[in-house]
């Protein structure tokens, strides 16, 4: 256990080392980081002081290893725009991603195992079969587009004259596909303040409010993903011989699905899943976008618009580390649940 | 009256392109302690026969015709939950792989006391007692720290007597094995098939042993059944099967086995194949392939006619008996003799 730790540890040193030279080659193809700092008033000359003093004209390998240098002792720079530390405006945005990525998680856990064990339970059900159908549209639309579908049903309010409005049944049909908006579509809304930069919607109402659309949006493409892949593998988990052995043996089908059934049917869905939770945190940069959310995405996004190198880089460098975290503990989890398996170091 | 009562069995599937019968007129009869063999080869609805009895035939099969008595009660009619309170309990199973039948994720014990669990009212600890119990009597080294093991720590032999100790669990009356060795090492399977058969009789169980290996069956069986293209062709006691049996098929069977061919020659074999289920051809089934067949084999099913002991479904065992063998049988529509089956005539009955 403590040998796998280790060794992961390693894995995050190499894959930080990667990220972060890869992301300080782009940067000379970022532009010029100057042209936002300082406005029109500063004339060339100066900028070419300037550029001398924070070391932009020096060689890429010298930044590099200046970069390295500060950064192997915490210090991965001070943003051109914020002037502060890097690290600091990340932690500060961080959590109000963390909290939309668990948002969603919590949405996709909790309705993904049901609806895909239903769907392969009852394949033949029309509850099934509308899941699917379903399922296909919420894979293929974009978050972007999801997002702005949803603002414009449950934020700004559609109204549909499409009947009659002056028959009974014109005005009903209308007022069904109309709907009301008014919900929240922009920021966190009321935060709660809990430790250090970590500000919390999930304590008030008017925060899980504000959470509500962004994390629906964020969900739908991998809710489908997951309902769609713990079906498929559900279904042929049901197949197996040992599934008919324990109908030989008499249990009852309940204990089947859930305990016999749905532990195999997990253990490919852990591997996936726990990949796509990291992959989340990258889609939330379009989520956050549209919702205006303050978070990591969104910070990204103006960093690289504001040629924000330190930023970019430290932004990056975050996100490798989320990875190497949450596969980390997926593969921590898969070891618990599947028996086949040792984990480096774990007594046989 | 017997234990286990199958009655004009008629099971089907019904696929897309139509329904296909898997049994047809399936009847048999097992008492209490009897040990009743299945032969036949692939396809002939052995699996779908075992299965059926425990009701357990997936969608899209279903059960269009027929009973299954047991112990006076009706199976195929019985709610799901009185099914399921006999399977496991009175009448339980083995599959063909045990590398397959335990649940990868799950201890030994946990598969264990489930089954035990799900029918009696009984704690944890009394559930481990019995298993260990019936752990000790397949034989099984070490059997408390198998309980806590997960079936890939142990080999497929082992398995396997683990699967005999699950269905001997609630002292079943009727074991269902099918094909319990194919998928073992020759050295295993006779232990296996041993271990099996002493069980079987010192607690005075039925059982429906499924197999295609005739060595088996002669050793463990007393009553033999043969199934070819979901029908039973022949059934009687065991003994006077395997040495004096009556249908062309049986017969066939019988003559492939190794031991029956003339060192250093070609083994004997049944030419041709066993048709789909789609594909079943009228009158007899095993006409295409039958050296006997006359122009009734090919117009009508045929019923059951006793022999001695044996009931046997074919039109020519009264010829066969009184020696008219070798007399051409199929004739066209001039009355002349058309065999196209000599050549191999010769090499069946060598």
Known sequence: MIAFLIKRLMHAVLVMFVISIISFAIQDNLG???????????????????????????PFITQYLRFAGNALQGDLGNSYFYKQPATEVILKHLPATLELVMASSLIIILLSAPIGVFAAIRPRNWLSRLFMGTSIIGISVPVFLTAIVLIQLFA??????????????????????????????????????????????????????????PAISLASIMLPLFIRLIRAEMMEVLQSDYIKFARAKGIGLKRIYFLHALKNTMLPVITVGGVQIGTMVAYTILTETVFQWPGMGLMFLEAITRSDIPLIVAYLM??????????????????????????????? | MALLEVNNLDVRFAMRGGEVRALRDVSFTLERGERLGIVGESGAGKSVAAFTILNLIAKPGYIAGGEIKFDGEVLNTLKPKAMQSIRGNRISMIFQDPMM?????????????????????????????????????VFIPSPEKRLDQYPHELSGGMRQRIII???????????????????????IQAEIMELLLLLCEKHNVGLILITHDLGVVSQVTQRTLVMYAGRVIEQGPTREIINDAQHPYTQGLINALPQMATPGSRLNQIRGSMPTLTKIPAGCAFNPRCDFAANICLEKVPAFAHSGNCKVACHMVDAMVAGERWTPIITDANGNGATPTDSHRTEVNA
């Not at chain 2, 014990?109 to 260990?132: F, N, T, V, Y």
């Open chain 2, 101 to 137: 039948t335990l649940n990868p994720v799950l201890t030994i014990g946990e598969q264990m006391i489930e089954c035990l669990k799900a029918h009696r009212r009984i704690s944890r600890k009394d559930a481990r007692a019995i298993a260990l119990h019936k752990l000790n009597q």
């Open chain 1, 32 to 58: 010029d980081p100057l042209r936002e700092m300082t406005g029109q008033a500063v004339s060339e000359a100066q900028r070419e002081v300037m550029r001398d003093e924070m070391g932009l004209n020096d």
């Open chain 1, 318 to 348: 975050m996100v490798g580390v989320i990875f190497v975290i949450t596969n980390t503990l997926v593969d921590l989890i898969y070891g618990l649940v599947n028996p086949t398996v040792k984990l480096a170091g774990k007594p046989a």
């Open chain 2, 165 to 187: 100790a699950i269905a001997l669990l609630l002292d079943p009356d009727i074991i269902v094995a099918d094909e319990p060795t194919t998928a073992l090492d020759v050295t």
């Open chain 1, 156 to 213: 700004i309010g559609v109204t549909v004259d499409w009947f009659p409005s002056d028959t009974t049944w014109g005005s009903v049909l209308n007022g069904m596909l109309s709907t009301d908006g008014g919900m929240p579509s922009y920021g966190r809304g009321e935060l709660v303040h809990v430790a250090g930069t970590w500000s919390s919607g999930f304590f008030t109402a008017d925060g899980l409010w504000h959470l509500v659309l």
